[in-house]
């Protein structure tokens, strides 16, 4: 078919990479499935919202259809970064408390002070300014990883796809030609059927010229020559989509429908047992195709 199977690629994949720069430690995963469309959904730090534009910009120069899910994770920050509030006046309240509960229960005051840092607003963590561009080499290292890994596996599953889908088209094209060679003689045969049906019934009362002509109409509109022909059209157009280098998915899909629209209008037409079992036979090969290239991206 004039091509290699890596220009194809599935939509469903995972990857997983870590950066580190600037005392920042970042790991990054990306997971894939079936989508119409482009479509990404983060998963990351509120500290990282003001890099989200950037992320898809840097995701979509690489995947054109797929929902990808990104999770983004800050392993490691650097050490002036990484501060504790105490409330001081809080602890101390907490501790004239404690005392005389102590006193008045005659219990024993044996409040540590990591009991003491347990209860509640006596730490506090507060919300990181981390300036963008300070972290965003490690991130797009992380991303560049993951999405490494994704590529590579959508590609994998994308060879898998072409071998089947190869394949499936060499069966259909062996059915078709099997069919066209099979057509002219289902033509005649029906003719001959409908002659005679015509003269049994009528016994010999009828106009010859004008049953035989009837019979003509009748037999033309089961002849199925035309319809080979599209399908055999849309089949070439199935392998030439195929083999371009563009993301092809949504293109094949359609031209599935077609295919299957003319293989359908056949099998309403097919008087011939020997045809319609070429018409299930083709049928299920499309089917299987249709359901193989919901995963192109």
């Given at each position: 078919?004039?091509?290699?199977?890596?220009?194809?690629?599935?939509?469903?994949?995972?990857?997983?990479?870590?950066?580190?720069?600037?005392?920042?430690?970042?790991?990054?995963?990306?997971?894939?499935?079936?989508?119409?469309?482009?479509?990404?959904?983060?998963?990351?730090?509120?500290?990282?919202?003001?890099?989200?534009?950037?992320?898809?910009?840097?995701?979509?120069?690489?995947?054109?259809?797929?929902?990808?899910?990104?999770?983004?994770?800050?392993?490691?920050?650097?050490?002036?970064?990484?501060?504790?509030?105490?409330?001081?006046?809080?602890?101390?309240?907490?501790?004239?408390?404690?005392?005389?509960?102590?006193?008045?229960?005659?219990?024993?005051?044996?409040?540590?002070?990591?009991?003491?840092?347990?209860?509640?607003?006596?730490?506090?963590?507060?919300?990181?300014?981390?300036?963008?561009?300070?972290?965003?080499?490690?991130?797009?290292?992380?991303?560049?990883?993951?999405?490494?890994?994704?590529?590579?596996?959508?590609?994998?599953?994308?060879?898998?796809?072409?071998?089947?889908?190869?394949?499936?088209?060499?069966?259909?094209?062996?059915?078709?030609?099997?069919?066209?060679?099979?057509?002219?003689?289902?033509?005649?045969?029906?003719?001959?059927?409908?002659?005679?049906?015509?003269?049994?019934?009528?016994?010999?009362?009828?106009?010859?010229?004008?049953?035989?002509?009837?019979?003509?109409?009748?037999?033309?509109?089961?002849?199925?020559?035309?319809?080979?022909?599209?399908?055999?059209?849309?089949?070439?157009?199935f392998q030439k989509?195929?083999?371009?280098?563009?993301?092809?998915g949504r293109k094949?899909?359609?031209?599935?429908?077609?295919?299957?629209?003319?293989?359908?209008?056949?099998?309403?037409?097919?008087?011939?047992?020997?045809?319609?079992?070429?018409?299930?036979?083709?049928?299920?090969?499309?089917?299987?195709?249709?359901?193989q290239i919901q995963?192109?991206?």
């Amino acid at each position: 078919m004039g091509r290699g199977p890596e220009l194809i690629n599935s939509m469903t994949g995972y990857g997983r990479g870590e950066g580190s720069s600037s005392g920042f430690t970042v790991t990054a995963e990306l997971r894939s499935v079936n989508h119409r469309y482009a479509d990404f959904v983060f998963r990351i730090p509120r500290e990282f919202y003001p890099l989200e534009e950037r992320i898809r910009r840097l995701l979509q120069g690489e995947i054109k259809r797929g929902r990808v899910e990104v999770s983004v994770a800050l392993e490691k920050l650097p050490s002036g970064l990484q501060e504790i509030e105490v409330n001081h006046a809080l602890a101390e309240a907490y501790c004239r408390a404690l005392h005389v509960l102590s006193q008045r229960l005659s219990l024993p005051m044996d409040a540590g002070v990591v009991n003491l840092a347990q209860l509640p607003e006596v730490l506090h963590v507060p919300g990181l300014a981390i300036p963008p561009d300070q972290v965003w080499p490690a991130l797009e290292e992380a991303l560049q990883g993951a999405l490494a890994m994704l590529l590579l596996q959508r590609r994998n599953e994308g060879e898998n796809l072409y071998r089947d889908l190869s394949e499936r088209c060499r069966v259909v094209e062996e059915k078709l030609r099997q069919a066209a060679a099979r057509a002219p003689l289902a033509h005649e045969e029906h003719r001959v059927r409908l002659d005679r049906r015509f003269r049994e019934l009528l016994a010999g009362h009828f106009e010859e010229g004008r049953v035989l002509m009837e019979c003509a109409v009748l037999v033309e509109r089961m002849g199925i020559d035309e319809e080979l022909v599209r399908l055999e059209s849309h089949r070439r157009a199935f392998q030439k989509t195929l083999a371009a280098p563009e993301p092809s998915g949504r293109k094949l899909d359609f031209i599935i429908q077609e295919m299957l629209r003319e293989v359908n209008t056949i099998g309403s037409k097919a008087a011939d047992y020997a045809l319609a079992g070429l018409v299930v036979e083709i049928k299920a090969e499309l089917e299987k195709i249709r359901e193989q290239i919901q995963n192109i991206e």
